[in-house]
């Protein structure tokens, strides 16, 4: 079976305000249905900024509607800046959806004061 066929979500972040990838960024995933969300999974980025796996996968991947929650704030703390309170950025929510047993990869990059994602390779 190709590449292609197979499915699967990844994600990586990188901090344009430092010029960096985002390590140890907290991410959770959720599948939407209707109103209603089911939380799939917790993970953290890298040195990279990238996951250490796939988000989903193989049997895990299924076409649907998504949703990344990116704990920016959290991380921007981390890395000692100051934020105001509230911050401008805390949580940031990527809905999405997967239409076919494709490779999706949905980046983000982010700064205290602005984001943007797109559909990657």
Same mark, same amino acid.
């Given at each position: 079976?190709? %590449?292609?066929?197979?499915?699967?979500?990844?994600?990586?972040?990188?901090?344009?305000?430092?010029?960096r990838p985002a390590a140890d960024l907290?991410?959770?995933?959720?599948?939407?249905?209707?109103?209603?969300?089911?939380?799939?999974?917790?993970? $953290?980025?890298?040195? =990279?900024? $990238?996951?250490?796996?796939?988000?989903?996968?193989?049997?895990?991947?299924?076409?649907? %509607?998504?949703?990344?929650?990116?704990?920016?704030?959290?991380?921007? $703390?981390?890395?000692?800046?100051?934020?105001?309170?509230?911050?401008?950025? =805390?949580?940031?929510?990527?809905?999405?959806?997967?239409?076919?047993?494709?490779?999706?990869?949905?980046?983000?990059?982010?700064?205290?004061?602005?984001?943007?994602?797109?559909?990657?390779?």
């Amino acid at each position: 079976m190709s %590449e292609e066929g197979k499915g699967r979500l990844t994600t990586h972040v990188l901090d344009t305000a430092a010029g960096r990838p985002a390590a140890d960024l907290e991410i959770a995933l959720y599948r939407l249905e209707g109103e209603g969300r089911t939380h799939i999974k917790t993970v $953290r980025t890298n040195a =990279d900024g $990238r996951c250490d796996a796939p988000l989903l996968e193989g049997d895990a991947f299924a076409p649907g %509607e998504y949703e990344l929650v990116f704990q920016v704030g959290n991380y921007l $703390r981390g890395q000692g800046g100051t934020l105001l309170a509230p911050a401008f950025l =805390d949580r940031v929510p990527i809905r999405f959806g997967m239409a076919e047993r494709a490779h999706y990869h949905v980046p983000l990059l982010v700064s205290p004061y602005g984001y943007s994602t797109y559909r990657g390779s």
